[in-house]
C-alpha cells in the first residue's frame, strides 16, 4: 500500500476530506492528511514531518518555493476563503452587516470560539480587529480558543454559552454539524484568503501527490469547492 501524505490548513479540511476516498478507492492508496492552522501547518513541513501535498495560503506556497520546500510549477490555487461568523443551530442569526453592529455582537457575547490566535489566519485577525476596534480587553477573557477552526466550531455546537459567537473560515463553519453560518466579516473588517495546493519538494510519493493536487485544483471538484466556502 502506498501513504501519501497530506499537510493542510484547516481550511481546507471538508475538502480534502470529501476526496481523499474517491482518489484512494481501488488504488491501494492510503492517505493520512493532517490539518492544523497555516502556521503550525508551515512549522511541520519545515521541520521535516512526512509530507507529499501541502495546502496553505497562497502567499505561504509562494514563500514554500522561493526557499525549495515545494515545486513551483506545482502550485495550483483552490479559492479564496472568507473568515466569518457562526452561531450554534438554532439561536438567532445576527446582524454583522456593519463594524458598528459585528461590535455590538462581540460585546453581548459571553463566549467566541475561534482557532489559535497566533498561528491561525482567522485567529490572529480576530486579535487584530478587536485591538483595532479598541475593545480587546473586554473581549479577550471571552475566548474560547481551540487547536483549528474545525475544532473551535464543534465546541462551539456544544457550548452551553448563552450567547456563544464563533470566528473562523468559511470553510470550517460550511460542513460542522450544529453550527449555521451567519455570514461574512463586513468590509471593514473582511479577511478573504487565497489558498492554494502544492507538492512537497521532497514528497516521497511525487506522482501521486501531483495526481492528488490536482484533483483538488480541478475544474471538476469546482462546484465541491464551492460547496466547501471556496470562492473559484
Not at 482567522?122 to 473586554?138: N, S
Not at 507538492?199 to 516521497?204: L, S, Y
Not at 495526481?211 to 485544483?217: G, I, V
Request: hydrophobic share 45%; charged share 20%; proline share 6%.
Amino acid at each position: 500500500m502506498s501513504n501519501l501524505h497530506v499537510l493542510s490548513a484547516g481550511a481546507a479540511q471538508s475538502l480534502i476530506e470529501a476526496l481523499q476516498h474517491e482518489f484512494a478507492a481501488g488504488d491501494g492508496i492510503s492517505i493520512r492528511a493532517s490539518f492544523h492552522p497555516v502556521g503550525a501547518t508551515m512549522e511541520k513541513l519545515l521541520v521535516g514531518e512526512p509530507c507529499d501535498v501541502v495546502v496553505l495560503s497562497m502567499t505561504l506556497l509562494d514563500d514554500l518555493a522561493r526557499g525549495g520546500d515545494v515545486r513551483p510549477e506545482s502550485i495550483s490555487p483552490l479559492g479564496r476563503v472568507h473568515t466569518a461568523i457562526a452561531v450554534r443551530d438554532g439561536d438567532a442569526l445576527p446582524d454583522v452587516s456593519t463594524e458598528a453592529a459585528l461590535r455590538r455582537l462581540l460585546l453581548a457575547s459571553d463566549a467566541i470560539y475561534l482557532p489559535d490566535v497566533e498561528r491561525s489566519t482567522a485567529g490572529a485577525h480576530c486579535v487584530a480587529t478587536l485591538r483595532r476596534m479598541g475593545i480587546e480587553r473586554e473581549t479577550a477573557p471571552k475566548f474560547k480558543p481551540c487547536a483549528n477552526g474545525v475544532g473551535a466550531m464543534r465546541e462551539l455546537a456544544q457550548s452551553d454559552a448563552a450567547h456563544p459567537i464563533g470566528w473562523t473560515q468559511v470553510t470550517e463553519i460550511a460542513f460542522t454539524p450544529g453550527v449555521a453560518l451567519v455570514g461574512p466579516l463586513p468590509g471593514s473588517c473582511e479577511l478573504v484568503t487565497p489558498y492554494g495546493v502544492a507538492v512537497a519538494t521532497r514528497a516521497q510519493q511525487p506522482e501521486l501527490a501531483a495526481r492528488f493536487a490536482a484533483l483538488l485544483a480541478a475544474p471538476g471538484s469546482g462546484e465541491l469547492r464551492r460547496r466547501c466556502g471556496f470562492e473559484t
